[in-house]
T-cell receptor, first 113, second 115 residues
């Protein structure tokens, strides 16, 4: 079945460090891919998205590239800040048949000053 | 745009009591989703609606849970009777089909504690 697998957390980094959170997916067809972020006490919010192979989504210094050949959508940021501490969810949405979004388990990020 | 609105933000109730969670989706959105989030199970989809009609309720845990969407601007999730294992954060999200991109907009959640 369709699924999303992301690296387990927590991930702990110092401020200004480079961030990578790995995400791979299994899907029939050609999904749209997303990264959502959840700050403490809040709901999930869309961070970035990509709809087809080789698309790069970017927002707030975060980037992810839709890699069809490796079925991956890794999240990266060159220099993290304390304010980036949150839980990050990788997700996919199939473009045919149904409307469910499938979320990964989430990766908690702690950034130390 | 006000975003997705949920009420109450916090609910504490005793086991056996009825609990009703409320959601107002973003105006113009025609899909509405109810999720439950716990540390043990993560984020679980309970049910979703399209144009006020339930499409998939396979995630609803058991008959104690029910959801309704009487109109495009309001939905409820009811638990009767509630049990301590229902303690979780419940999120409502809405979306609209625009082309091929189906991003969801989440509300702030309702934190439910059943004692």
């Amino acid at each position: 079945g369709d699924s999303v697998t992301q690296m387990e957390g927590p991930v702990t980094l110092s401020e200004e460090a480079f961030l990578t959170i790995n995400c791979t997916y299994t899907a029939t067809g050609y999904p749209s891919l997303f990264w959502y972020v959840q700050y403490p006490g809040e709901g999930l919010q869309l961070l970035l998205k990509a709809t087809k192979a080789d698309d790069k989504g970017s927002n707030k210094g975060f980037e992810a590239t839709y890699r069809k050949e490796t079925t991956s959508f890794h999240l990266e940021k060159g220099s993290v800040q304390v304010s980036d501490s949150a839980v990050y969810f990788c997700a996919l949405s199939l473009n045919t048949g149904g409307f469910k979004t499938i979320f990964g388990a989430g990766t908690r990020l702690f950034v130390k000053a | 745009d006000a975003g997705v609105i949920q009420s109450p933000r916090h609910e504490v109730t005793e086991m056996g009591q009825e609990v009703t969670l409320r959601c107002k989706p973003i105006s113009g959105h025609d899909y509405l989703f109810w999720y439950r989030q716990t540390m043990m199970r993560g984020l679980e989809l309970l049910i979703y609606f399209n144009n006020n009609v339930p499409i998939d309720d396979s995630g609803m845990p058991e008959d104690r849970f029910s959801a309704k969407m009487p109109n495009a601007s309001f939905s409820t999730l009811k638990i009767q009777p509630s049990e301590p294992r229902d303690s979780a954060v419940y999120f409502c999200a809405s979306s609209s089909y625009r082309g091929l991109v189906r991003e969801q907009y989440f509300g702030p959640g309702t934190r439910l504690t059943v004692t």
